[in-house]
């Protein structure tokens, strides 16, 4: 873990997004041709990548009933348990997350905007040697809440054409059934465009790598998208009384997600650095993980001192962490100096993972300092809005000249028109 | 005006689909070498671009108080008073839309959402030969009701060097005085890179040409955008009892907007089509524009003819309009069944002017079917969400057996560790 200055921090951080966007560049030119392919080619293109990109030669993309009963029975009962008391805790999180029309009303007008759930919603999921059931709880329980009718949920398969059964299970315990076996870039193709066997969604969301990032981009417009996710963030202020062994777990716990997370410390105290680093050394030796851990700890592992928890909060409100941990005294009273921050843990006994599965807030958030402008993953992700209006003919009457008026300092004289004919008998 | 079936109609909007495509990636490629521009040269790319493409030499960027004051003077005093009107409308119907934190808690657990303005926010505003001061109105309103601090507004300018004075009273009215003369994909990158006299901002909203309109999906990921915006759209249903003189003339009111702009009339009345097309002819025939309103008529125009009121909002809905305007009885019964459309125009006396200039609702529209997905611009695009969460060390002791198990499934043992140190004595 390196100490730095935030002049350090913020130079390395432009130079990652420089070559973030070098890097962007060059997978959105090395997808655009499978994007024509799936327009093209429709299924074909689809089998085809999946054999080159995932290493097996599929007979059919859609997973069976079969499928989903033999995935009950290789994963233990207790397990499913697990699952369900976590999809309740989701479930009683977001409920208040759904909001209510409303409306302006007197005997002359009548304007409102009214609620309706997105029809259609792609769902990807990572697979390969990944296995995200949390990802399919967090990202379907949002769309079942807002009422969408159709979920349809897409993840790589294995080499031996399987997807992990605990994702199958999640998503058989929240009656997702029309689940297909595709991934990558060739997954959000396919789920914007539609092929002959997977018709076209109106949005898609989920996590994925860069692959999976770029064609979103690539697709938004013709297609929603929840957001652009980048590589997994935590920053933890603490204070002098923070217990350096849970401080050394949870840096590590973002570190092992991939090898671009970004951990970050942000103190008060000399010392508190020091016990860190110490606990980080005894963690990684003792790790399942010890070769990539301590790779990423002299990578990817920033620490800041400071001089007061107000100039911590005013620094990591400029970073915009995904995951923000403060382990400091009575953290409750910070929370409203908080800016920008996907998710919050407060206190020495609410680390990431507690988050992550089970609390019930959402673990889709954003990162790369998108938290600046963007949500958690919500139910109102799978709502749009519509306003509607109604004028009486006295109503528009009265009004008439002024929206003449204004139609007119536009030049928009048909627009200024429109009311004419409806206000002027003689024609 | 096309009296067409909904597979030619289905057929004509995939051509234009597939046109679209093609041209977004021709433009995508023509900005690019822009963008680096901006980031590289700053302000002398800026004041570059300003001569290229909008034929004049700036020797500030910025708009002073001077131009603002002179704006005033140049304007009916009469027009500033409709715009407070409109100002007071818009305020009352957004208002609403302004959301409440919630959290759940008990004695071991504490979670919730809360909420923040987006610190700074891009606003962009077409000039040239167009003024759209309602825009300015439709976009930051939303944003002051949400409570962002900083608002920042572009807006190319005309070949003298300014800002159309109904643009600049509409801000200075909503107290926005950094205002900056650039416009095109330029402003965008500007907003996004930041220069030394722009700083950057968190997001950009606001309606464009096709150059910043693909800017806006270039930046998407660096910076918040509130949506792609295409050409304008309008879709009347109407019944046999409609007045043909209306649906006329609001089928040309969308028409003027510009050459791509779609106008649909549905109706179950061969003869409400036949009197419609006359109508068109008679004022197309009148109007100041007649020439571009009678190409628009024939190439953008399209009618069907359907057996059903039901059948009618099943084509709409599946065309997913910007605008819908329902010319029929009752028509609040039919709210229910509308599934997709911005927004939408009630009974005879409410023409779509109604809506883009004064009774409060936002004429920030999804455009192209994207309000399959989309939501009407509103205080909720200005504001986002953050989640936090609290559990006492009894809640974390009595939960790690489910949450390790959980974290173990997905193979994240690090995750499951940062549990363990907090849950075992002996270490």
Known sequence: MKTILYSEYTEFSEQKLNKNRLLSQQILNEIKPIANDIINFGDDALYKYTKKFDNVSLDNLKVTKEEIERAYSSIDSQLVNIFKQAIDNI??????????DYFLENKDFYLGQTYRAI???????????????SSVLMNAIPAKIAGVKEIVLVCPPNSNGEIDPNVLVAA??????????????????????????IRKVNKIVGPGNIYVSMAKKLVYGEVGIDMIAGPSEILIIADEKANPKYIAADLLSQAEHDINACCILITTSNEIIKLVKDELNKQIDKSKRKNILSVQSTSNMFCFLTNSI??????????A???LELMIENPKVYLSKIQNAGSI?????????????????????????????QSPLGVYDFIKKMSYLEYSKEKLEKESSSIIEFANAETLFAHANAIKVRCTQDE
Not at 91 to 100: E, S, W
Not at 184 to 192: D, E
Not at 348 to 363: L, S
């Open 119 to 133: 029809e259609r919603v792609g769902l990807y999921i990572p697979g390969g040697t990944a296995k995200y059931p």
């Open 345 to 373: 843990f407060l206190g020495e006994y609410t680390p990431e993972p507690v988050g992550d599965y089970w609390a019930g807030t959402n673990h889709t958030l954003p990162t790369s300092g998108a938290s600046k402008y």
């Open 172 to 197: 058989d315990l929240l009656n997702i059934n029309e689940i297909y076996k595709i991934g990558g870039s060739q997954a959000i193709f396919a789920l914007t465009y539609g092929t002959k066997s």
């Open 310 to 319: 107000e100039e911590s909060i005013t620094l990591s409100n400029d970073i």
């Open 91 to 100: 479930y009683a999180f977001h409920k208040p997350q759904l909001q209510k």
């Open 321 to 323: 962490p995904e995951h």
